[in-house]
Structure formats: structure tokens, C-alpha cells
């Protein structure tokens, strides 16, 4: 059975640093073809896709947050990690990692619950 | 960024009816990577349908997707008590990001 489960803080300071950490079980994320991404979703907005990165290492950024965003892997604790630098008040937001599994294009296949962090000072 | 509108906003049905939901994209997904979620309050977002018509592992058959191009449908042929949810259609194919239509909400009348 797959599950992933989103863990940070609940509150960041505006300018701080967000780091967000997506453990997961019941795959391996250096299984071919595996990939675990990021999205997010503002009270009351839409669905955000942040970032995802790959079982060979290769990492996607959404365009307008590429330079605030890096991802990453620990394959032997089954942990992604996300940071997010410079965070404001509208970043606050249910973040979410979710598994692919495919080629390239991929849906997200399975999701965690979400963790809310909220940006206030 | 191809932008994906959902509609209508909410829809208000009693169980047994036929829904059908409607995502339009600002431009054409001619690689058909499309998909469509289900979420419930409290629950993570669950994989429906993708490739524009594939339903996922232990989707029921009630549950159907269709379209190409720019305008897709999902159609659930007959609402049961659990299907009443918010759903969201997303593109995940070229160009970067994936991007997700604002959902519908589906509401017992």
C-alpha cells in the first residue's frame, strides 16, 4: 500500500526558509520510472504544481517559482524534500507531495494529506 | 502556462442523477495528458481518470472521461452518496508547469 505523509512547520515567518518533508512508503524511489512532486493549494484557490523530481535525479521546477524552490532525495530513509526560500504571506497554502509512476508525463497517482503552513508574522 | 476553467462552479444534484463536468483549456492538449481528481474534505485528492479516459486502479465504471483537443468532460453516470465531492481536471503534459483548473463542486440538492 502507498501512502506519503507531508511534514513541516505549521508557521514561517515572512523571508524565512520553508522546508517540507514528504515520507513515503510501499515504493521505492529508485524503481524506474518513479517521481514525487509537490503542489500546493491557497485557501480558497486553486491547485499549484511546485516541483517534482525523479528516481534518476532529474528535478522539474514550476517556471514562476524556479529560483525559490529546490527538491531532493534521500532514497534510503524513502524521503523527498522540498525547500522554499524567501516565503510571504501568499504562500500560505495545504502543501502536498504526491507519487507518479510512468514516463515522463505522468499523473499523480497517489497523495499525501497535506500539511498547512501558514506565512504571518 | 496552458489555463485550465472548470465548469459550472458547483453543481447541486440528488443522488441517482447523471452529472457531467466540463474542463476547456487555453490551448490544445494534443498529447492527451489529461487528467481528473477527486477530493472530500479531510481526505487527499484521489486519482479518477487519466490519459482522458483511463480510470485508475479501483475507479468504478460509473466514472468516464472524454474529449480532445481543448474541451474535456467527465461523466459520472450515476451519482452514488460518496461521489459527492470537488473535482479537478489537470494537464500534465508539455508545456511546464502542470496546471489545475479551479474544480467544481459536486453538492447533494
Known amino acids: 500500500q502507498v501512502t506519503l505523509r507531508e511534514s513541516g512547520p505549521a508557521l514561517v515567518r515572512p523571508t524565512e526558509t520553508l522546508t517540507l518533508t514528504c515520507s513515503f512508503s510501499?515504493?521505492?524511489?529508485?524503481?524506474?520510472?518513479?517521481?514525487v512532486s509537490w503542489i500546493r493549494q491557497p485557501p480558497g484557490k486553486a491547485l499549484e504544481w511546485l516541483a517534482r523530481?525523479?528516481?534518476?535525479?532529474?528535478?522539474f521546477y514550476s517556471p514562476s517559482l524556479k529560483t525559490r524552490l529546490t527538491i531532493s532525495k534521500d532514497t534510503s530513509k524513502n524521503q523527498v524534500v522540498l525547500t522554499m526560500t524567501n516565503m510571504d504571506p501568499v504562500d500560505t497554502a495545504t502543501y502536498y507531495c504526491?507519487?507518479?509512476?510512468?514516463?515522463?508525463?505522468?499523473?499523480?497517482?497517489?497523495w499525501g494529506q497535506g500539511t498547512l503552513v501558514t506565512v504571518s508574522s | 502556462e496552458i489555463v485550465l476553467t472548470q465548469s459550472p462552479d458547483t453543481l447541486s444534484l440528488s443522488p441517482g442523477e447523471r452529472v457531467t463536468l466540463s474542463c476547456r483549456a487555453s490551448?490544445?492538449?494534443?498529447?492527451?495528458?489529461l487528467a481528473w481528481y477527486q477530493r472530500k474534505p479531510g481526505q487527499a485528492p484521489r486519482l479518477l481518470i487519466y490519459?482522458?479516459?483511463i480510470r485508475a486502479t479501483g475507479i468504478p465504471d460509473r466514472f468516464s472521461g472524454s474529449g480532445s483537443g481543448t474541451d474535456f468532460t467527465l461523466t459520472v453516470s450515476r451519482l452514488e452518496p460518496e461521489d459527492f465531492a470537488v473535482y479537478y481536471c489537470?494537464?500534465?503534459?508539455?508545456?511546464?508547469?502542470?496546471?489545475f483548473g479551479q474544480g467544481t463542486k459536486v453538492e447533494i440538492k
Open positions: 504526491a507519487r507518479g509512476h510512468g514516463a515522463i508525463f505522468v499523473p499523480f497517482h497517489s
Open positions: 490551448q490544445s492538449l494534443s498529447s492527451g495528458y
Open positions: 490519459d482522458v479516459r
Open positions: 510501499g515504493f521505492s524511489l529508485t524503481t524506474s520510472g518513479m517521481c
Open positions: 523530481i525523479d528516481w534518476d535525479d532529474e528535478k
Open positions: 489537470q494537464h500534465y503534459g508539455s508545456p511546464l508547469p502542470w496546471t
